[in-house]
């Protein structure tokens, strides 16, 4: 799938490369506009709402990976959005403890937040694929990171876990 640059979907008004919609989404194309161009017209929430829609598997969300996620992604200061890390939250039972440590073996984990009831392991793993459009988006994670994840939960027989793949920006 070939990318598009992030200027043709946009007008630059200013020196500091910032953006504003030249035109409304038409719905029967949101799946395949840019993400910048869906937030700015239907917000954070709705365009969340949209991808999450869509996923396959109902231990997976999606979120962005920075503040300001309007006002960030009209600022255009980037050069595409990606799925570089994501969190691998598990809950505490006893099934889980004994595979806990297992998830460090299995994972390239960068950092580990535990509270009473559940762990949250920073994970990354395969390059970062792209992830401009709501398509782009769901299929990566629909058809290759889902799936990989999906391969190393069924080797820890894991039941309670949510998998939140985050949207982040590429430079």
């Given amino acids: 799938m070939g990318r598009m ?6 007008e630059n008004i200013t020196d500091t490369k910032q953006y504003r919609l030249l035109h409304p989404i038409d719905s029967n194309h949101i799946d395949t506009t840019l993400l910048p161009e869906v937030v700015a017209q239907y917000g954070k929430r709705v365009t969340l709402i949209l991808i999450n829609s869509k996923l396959n598997n109902s231990r997976f969300e999606v979120k962005f990976d ?37 998830i460090e073996k299995l994972f390239d984990v960068s950092k ?20 401009n459009t709501i398509d782009e988006t769901v299929d990566n994670i629909n058809k290759n990171l889902g799936k990989e ?23």
């Fill in 66 to 102: 920075f503040k300001k996620v309007k006002e960030t992604l009209m600022k255009g200061e980037f050069e595409d959005l990606a799925l570089f890390h994501h969190d691998f939250t598990v809950l505490k039972t006893r099934k889980n403890t004994v595979k806990l440590k297992e």
């Fill in 149 to 171: 994840f999906e391969k190393i939960v069924n080797q820890l027989d894991l039941d309670d876990y949510l998998m939140t793949f985050k949207i982040s920006l590429a430079y």
């Fill in 112 to 131: 580990i937040t535990e509270d009473d009831t559940k762990i949250t392991y920073t994970v990354s793993f395969q390059e970062g694929p792209y992830a």
């Fill in 5 to 10: 640059k992030m200027d043709q979907q946009f």
